[in-house]
Every structure is written in structure tokens, then in C-alpha cells.
């Protein structure tokens, strides 16, 4: 599985952004996918999290204001979208995609991809 982030720019406070993250490769073994971010000088938090099933998870800090989605074609994952809305300065952060593969009964792998760059200033 191959995940590439894009959409990434420099919105103002109170503004929107959509992300998105496209899937390739053996995409059927994906049983969930993330935005993760990592602000400056701070560790990797995870933001939100859909599951094949379509349930979702959310980081408390953005509950009410992100949203997770997907474009998801037959068994097989697509794109992710991460949808911002009523941004902070404190969502400044590189956004990475991840997504939970299964490799095998008993085993299963993270992928990331390279990153987007979301940047929340006046």
C-alpha cells in the first residue's frame, strides 16, 4: 500500500481546508486510515480514524470542527479526505496519512505517507 497526501496550504483563522489522501497498491488489506499531525517541536497525535465498517474516531480537539471521510470503490479504499473546518492556530501541523494494513492472520503493518503541510496564521 502506497498512501500520497495532498491539499495542504495557509488558511486564516476561522477558515476551512480540505486534505486528501489517496491509496494504490493491495488497497483491499486496509481495515483503517488516519490523519495523524505533528505540530512543531510536538510529538505525532492522531486527529481521526475510519474503519471499514465506517465507524469513526476523533481527536477531542477537533471534535465538532474535522471531518473524516472516503471515496471507496467496490472492497477497496480509495481516497481519504480530512474536511477543517473553524480552524485554530493550534491545527498548525503537518498532516500524514496513515493506514492499517493486513498483511496476514496474525500480523499487520502502518503506512504512512510523506506528509502535508497545514499552516494556520493571520
Known amino acids: 500500500v502506497q498512501l500520497v497526501e495532498s491539499g495542504g496550504d495557509s488558511v486564516q483563522p476561522g477558515g476551512s481546508l480540505r486534505i486528501s489522501c489517496a491509496a494504490s497498491g493491495s488497497t483491499f488489506r486496509i481495515n483503517a486510515m488516519g490523519w495523524y499531525r505533528q505540530a512543531p517541536g510536538k510529538g505525532r497525535e492522531l486527529v481521526a480514524r475510519?474503519?471499514?465498517?465506517?465507524?469513526?474516531?476523533?481527536?477531542d480537539s477537533v471534535k465538532g470542527r474535522f471531518t473524516i471521510f472516503r471515496d471507496k470503490a467496490d472492497n477497496a479504499w480509495k481516497t481519504v479526505f480530512l474536511e477543517m473546518n473553524n480552524q485554530k492556530t493550534d491545527d498548525t501541523a503537518v498532516y500524514y496519512c496513515?493506514?492499517?494494513?493486513?498483511?496476514?492472520?496474525?500480523?499487520?503493518?502502518?503506512?504512512w505517507g510523506q506528509g502535508t503541510l497545514v499552516t494556520v496564521s493571520s
Open positions: 496513515n493506514a492499517n494494513e493486513v498483511v496476514s492472520i496474525e500480523r499487520s503493518v502502518e503506512v
Open positions: 475510519i474503519r471499514s465498517g465506517g465507524s469513526t474516531d476523533y481527536a
